[in-house]
């Protein structure tokens, strides 16, 4: 079974960077397509970026393009979201997500999940 564990989450001023981690444990599959979501208060999870393993493709909420950047490596088994020029309106709890194959933008598309950062912008 594999488990997914974020971390780097915080509190920054807006214009400021934060990294966060999705590290996958137990046995993983190379198949396997990582997701980062994120759920302000009030509001539905959404899809911010997703990324297949292999090949290497990558998706992206138009709210974060050109702002934040996906990456993963693979001897790590860790996904990463760069996230550059923060907005108040980013902040929410980030979660990672997985599913196999294909890069989907729905939360239901995803059977493993993170226990979730929380990000927070201030202005």
């Known amino acids: 079974q594999v488990q997914l564990v974020e971390s780097g989450g915080g509190l920054v001023q807006a214009g400021g960077s934060l990294r966060l981690s999705c590290a996958a444990s137990?046995?993983?599959?190379?198949?396997?397509?990582m997701a980062w979501f994120r759920q302000a208060p009030g509001k539905e999870r959404e899809f911010v970026t997703g990324i297949r393993w292999t090949p290497d493709s990558t998706s992206y909420a138009d709210s974060v393009k050109g702002r934040f950047a996906i990456s993963r490596d693979n001897a790590k088994n860790t996904v990463y979201l760069q996230m550059n020029r923060l907005k108040p309106e980013d902040t929410a709890v980030y979660y990672c997500?997985?599913?196999?194959?294909?890069?989907?933008?729905?939360?239901?598309?995803?059977?493993?999940w993170g226990q979730g950062t929380q990000v927070t912008v201030s202005s």
């Open positions: 137990g046995r993983t599959a190379s198949n396997y397509a």
């Open positions: 997500a997985a599913r196999p194959a294909v890069v989907v933008t729905v939360p239901r598309g995803y059977n493993l």
